[in-house]
């Protein structure tokens, strides 16, 4: 599942899936753009052998926000990346520019979530040193 640009106001409940890519908030603020996700709830999900699990992704040098955001009741099986923030986010076989701008990401809860991951890093918060992750 992608949560995209003008997402507002969103309550995702009840899903199950996997295997597959996960729940993602962007990518948000490529090519230097501005981008906007407020107010997004996940509750009561259960994924199992996914890539990711409760995902917000943005570019370096984008504009904007991802604020007011909640993971919570979920059950991850067997993930890469059950909790990731990449506010660095680079999908390049070159690596990118270092920007100073970066969207801000801010208000993000996770709670009640359970784990097993399949790398050794269940956690991954990379925050922009200019905008940090709040």
């Known amino acids: 599942?992608?949560?995209?640009?003008?997402?507002e106001n969103l309550h995702v409940k009840n899903v199950v899936?996997?295997?597959g890519h996960g729940i993602s908030i962007g990518?948000?603020?490529?090519?230097n753009s501005e981008a906007h996700v407020n107010n997004v709830t996940v509750d009561n999900v259960r994924l199992y052998g996914t890539t990711n699990g409760a995902?917000?992704?943005?570019?370096?040098?984008?504009?904007?926000?991802?604020k007011n955001i909640v993971?919570?009741?979920?059950?991850m099986d067997n993930?890469?990346?059950?909790?990731?923030?990449?506010?660095?986010?680079?999908d390049s076989s070159t690596p990118c520019k270092q920007q100073k701008s970066a969207l801000?990401?801010?208000?993000?809860?996770?709670?009640?979530?359970r784990a097993t991951s399949a790398s050794e890093e269940a956690?991954?918060?990379?925050?922009?040193s200019s905008v940090p992750c709040q």
């Open 17 to 19: 899936c996997g295997p």
């Open 27 to 31: 990518s948000l603020g490529d090519h």
């Open 55 to 66: 995902r917000i992704k943005t570019w370096q040098g984008g504009k904007g926000s991802a």
């Open 123 to 128: 956690i991954m918060l990379h925050c922009c």
């Open 104 to 113: 801000e990401v801010s208000n993000v809860l996770f709670k009640n979530i």
């Open 79 to 90: 993930l890469w990346n059950p909790i990731i923030i990449d506010q660095n986010y680079c």
């Open 71 to 75: 993971f919570q009741n979920m059950v």
């Open 1 to 7: 599942m992608s949560i995209e640009d003008g997402t």
